[in-house]
Structures are given as structure tokens and as C-alpha cells.
């Protein structure tokens, strides 16, 4: 199946000469959701605002639904819904106008039954006659949502959709996201919070520093990459680790109550009951073991801190 999105060879150096994206190829499937990670400045805006047509590219191409964004604008834009980061200045107009305006910009007839279940899906229904100005922070969100989603598109870009929103907003956007999935639409998010990514998304793609560092299934990079630690709570404090213990993979915390030991939970052999046989061996007494499984959050930060 060809790939909804593809990005290819795509750069982007900003006036002034600062060089925002190298070289990235990325292909979307239909229907997937990805999640794009990144520390600050890394380029995850950047490039889901020039796979929107809002920053042109210095160099590469890129086709939305096999229209290419740049010879075929208007059809590729079409296909696209954008949740920014932030509102843009409308404030005295009310919320089902501002809505209901984004089908005409894509020259798309009025379809008020559509844009009553939007507002309803986001809990704007009854704020509809309220100026945008009179809105919450959160509902002003909420607003940006309904917007892109006003003329139905087949890819979503949701940019930093959670960050600085309170819990309730916060899952209702991933309820939301869960629902655009089943009914086949594709979403891009770019995040800070890997545990939404870890939450929501079927594939994950890394960007540092303007290039792709890595891009793979949740799950597969989870267990590829993914280690597991193993912390071993003590009966009494230990002075010092036993003799031959005292390896990397072995820490000893500093109320020297709990033995931790990280491991490659894949190997064939984990090294588990050689530590277990020669901590009972030594004589040491514990009374609980506890293992847990490297989460998206330790995978990314070593990743980046190996690139940079
Ligand atoms: N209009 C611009 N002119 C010059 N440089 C820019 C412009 N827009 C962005 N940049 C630079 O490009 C780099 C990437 O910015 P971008 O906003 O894409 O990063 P990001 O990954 O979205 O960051 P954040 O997580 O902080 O939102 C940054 O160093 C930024 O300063």
C-alpha cells in the first residue's frame, strides 16, 4: 500500500541560515497514528508545518495522497487537518462561526449536522454563541480541534496537543484521537510527553537536532531497546556489595537498603540467578524483588544523549 504521506530528502534552512531539517525521508501509512519525538528545537514543528504547506522547503519533496505540496497545493491541503500549538487571533467571533468558516476555505458546502457533533465530541456545544475571547485556555484548544476538523480531512497534524492542558483535557484528547483512528483517519502528534506516545501511538519517529534519528513500531522499540531492572530490597542495610558484584550493572542505593540491576530482558542469559544464587551465597537476606521494564521515557533520553 503506498504510503499516505511521503517525505523525501526533505531540507529546510531558514533565512539567516539556520538549517532546521536534514535531509528527512519519512513515509505515513494510512490510518496509523505516529508520533513525532523530540527535545526542544529539534524540528518537529518545523516539519509538520512545511508537510502542511505553511514553511517551504529549501530542498526535497513531499505528497499528501499522492499530490505533491508544492505542484498540487491546494488538493494536498485539502486532505489535511492542523492542530497549531497556539490560536490564532480571532477573538470577537463565535466559536460555531469560526468553526463552521474552515469548510469554506476549503471550498466545501455547509454541513451545519457536521459541525454540531464536532462541538458536541469536544464539550463546546453549549459555549457555541460565546465569543472566543469569553473561552478558557483549554476551550480555546478544544476550538483549534473543531477547527481542523471541520472539513473532514484524511490526516490529522495535532502539534503538542496536550501541553499546559489540565488531566480532563488531556485524556479527552486521546479519547479523541482513539475515535479519528477507528474511523480511519491518520494522525501525526508531535509531543514532550513520551508517555502519550507511549499511550496512543502505533509507530514512533525521533527527531534531533533536524534530522530522523530513528523511526520503528512502539512495541518493537520498546522491546528491542527496552531493558529491565531488577531492585532487590534488603532485610538489613549492606556495608559493600559482595566480592564480584560490584560490576556496573549493580548498584547499591545510597541508604543501602535496595540492590538494583539493569539487564537486556532478550538475552539468553540475564544474569538473574547468578546475581539471586550469589547474594544468598554471601549471606545477604532480602525480602522482596521487583522488576520493571524500561519505559518509552529512558529509551528517548538515551537516544538523544547518544546523538548529541
Ligand atoms: N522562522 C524561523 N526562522 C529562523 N529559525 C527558526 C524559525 N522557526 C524555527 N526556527 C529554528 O529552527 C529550529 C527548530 O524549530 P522547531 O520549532 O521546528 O522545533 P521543535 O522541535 O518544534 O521545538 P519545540 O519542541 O520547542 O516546539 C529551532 O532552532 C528554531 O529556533
Known amino acids: 500500500m503506498s504510503p499516505i504521506i511521503s517525505v523525501q530528502s526533505l531540507d529546510k534552512t531558514y533565512e539567516g541560515g539556520f538549517q532546521a531539517l536534514k535531509s528527512v525521508s519519512l513515509d505515513i501509512q494510512e490510518g496509523e497514528v505516529f508520533a513525532l519525538l523530540g527535545p526542544n528545537g529539534a524540528g518537529k514543528t518545523t516539519l509538520i508545518s512545511t508537510i502542511c ?5 529549501t530542498g526535497g519533496s513531499i505528497t499528501i495522497g499522492g499530490f505533491d505540496t ?3 497545493y491546494r488538493a494536498a491541503r485539502k486532505l489535511v487537518g492542523l492542530v497549531p500549538q497556539e490560536m490564532p487571533t480571532a477573538p470577537f467571533e463565535k466559536v460555531i462561526d469560526t468553526v463552521s468558516f474552515t469548510r469554506g476555505l476549503f471550498g466545501l458546502k455547509k454541513k451545519p449536522e457536521l459541525i454540531e457533533e464536532i462541538l458536541k465530541d469536544l464539550s463546546l456545544w453549549d459555549k457555541r454563541n460565546n465569543p472566543i475571547m469569553t473561552l478558557s485556555g483549554g476551550m480555546k484548544r478544544r476550538v483549534l480541534v473543531a477547527k481542523a476538523l471541520a472539513h473532514e480531512p484524511k490526516v490529522l ?14 485524556r479527552d484528547m486521546w479519547r479523541l484521537v482513539g475515535e479519528l483512528k477507528r474511523r480511519g483517519v491518520t494522525i501525526i502528534l508531535t509531543t514532550h510527553y513520551i508517555e502519550e506516545a507511549e499511550e496512543m501511538a502505533d509507530r514512533v519517529g525521533v527527531i534531533n537536532r533536524g534530522e530522523i534519528i530513528l523511526v520503528d513500531e512502539k512495541a518493537a522499540l520498546m522491546q528491542k531497546l527496552g531493558r529491565k531492572e531488577l531492585t532487590i530490597e534488603l532485610v538489613e542495610p549492606l556495608g559493600v556489595l559482595p566480592e564480584g558484584l560490584d560490576g556496573q550493572a549493580i548498584t547499591l542505593s545510597d541508604d543501602r537498603r535496595h540492590i538494583t540491576y539493569s539487564y537486556d530482558a532478550q538475552a539468553e542469559r540475564t544474569g538473574v540467578t547468578k546475581l539471586v544464587t550469589a547474594l544468598s551465597q554471601s549471606g545477604v537476606r532480602f525480602h522482596d524483588l521487583n522488576t520493571r521494564q524500561s519505559s518509552l521515557e529512558d529509551i528517548f533520553v538515551d537516544l538523544v544523549k547518544a546523538k548529541s
Open 53 to 57: 504547506g505553511l514553511v517551504i522547503p
Open 70 to 72: 508544492q505542484k498540487d
Open 157 to 170: 497534524f495535532l502539534d503538542e496537543p496536550t501541553a499546559g492542558v489540565d488531566v480532563e483535557l488531556r
